[in-house]
T-cell receptor, first 113, second 117 residues
Framework: KAGVTQTPRYLIKTRGQQVTLSCSPI?????VSWYQQTPGQGLQFLFE???????NKGNFPGRFSGRQFSNSRSEMNVSTLELGDSALYLC????????????FGPGTRLTVL | AQSVTQPDIHITVSEGASLELRCNYS??????LFWYVQSPGQGLQLLLK??????LVQGIKGFEAEFKRSQSSFNLRKPSVHWSDAAEYFC???????????????FGTGTRLTIIP
């Protein structure tokens, strides 16, 4: 079974632009979570989607948003990019939204210049 | 709110030596605990998890971890490390956020493991 895939793997943007990252969960998994990883803040939870609905949200500004499609694929969008948004963005999927193991993708490395 | 502390930022061990990575958590109820490993430029791979039951948990790649409620710890161990174990290791605690049962992971800051020949 294929793992979690994320596209693109690398992205370079400039301040003020917006960006969309994509995540395809493991087949059959219906829950997708997003995390931001930076050297300074470590791994931080962004949000989780289940059945096309955002179930939980971390402490990030409204510039960070996401959505989930009927096939469980998810996208996250960051508008008005700031230098501090440079990070590795990790997507994780799990079978349901109850207590289950999360499986992570390889991440998208976003660099904001 | 839950939290995880990994007191060792960087550990260096010789190949073939034993390894113990420390993890302390803070959570008001029975925690769900995980260890993940991340190689450079890669995502996180699950090594092992503890939900309930036997407090000694076996994982992949020869790793094990022991849950000690009295010490709020979930330390990761391996009897003999291999050069391929060089990576960053993250301890995480899962917490329910609502009756729906959703869970978010709170991660420690990670421990970077270096293996010397």
């Amino acid at each position: 079974k294929a793992g979690v895939t994320q596209t693109p793997r690398y992205l370079i943007k400039t301040r003020g632009q917006q960006v969309t990252l994509s995540c395809s969960p493991i087949s059959g998994h219906r829950s997708v979570s997003w995390y931001q990883q930076t050297p300074g803040q470590g791994l931080q939870f962004l949000f989780e989607y289940f059945s096309e609905t955002q179930r939980n949200k971390g402490n990030f500004p409204g510039r960070f948003s996401g959505r989930q499609f009927s096939n469980s694929r998810s996208e996250m969008n960051v508008s008005t990019l700031e230098l501090g948004d440079s990070a590795l963005y990790l997507c994780a999927s799990r079978l349901t939204a109850t207590t289950d193991t999360q499986y992570f993708g390889p991440g998208t490395r976003l660099t904001v210049l | 709110a839950q939290s995880v502390t990994q007191p060792d930022i960087h550990i260096t061990v010789s190949e073939g030596a034993s390894l113990e990575l420390r993890c302390n958590y803070s959570y008001g109820a029975t925690p769900y605990l995980f260890w993940y490993v991340q190689s450079p430029g890669q995502g996180l791979q699950l090594l092992l998890k503890y939900f309930s039951g036997d407090t000694l948990v076996q994982g992949i790649k020869g790793f094990e971890a022991e849950f000690k409620r009295s010490q709020s710890s979930f330390n990761l161990r391996k009897p003999s490390v291999h050069w391929s174990d060089a990576a960053e290791y993250f301890c995480a605690v899962g917490a329910f956020l609502s009756n729906f049962g959703n869970e978010k992971l709170t991660f420690g800051t990670g421990t970077r493991l270096t293996i010397i020949p």
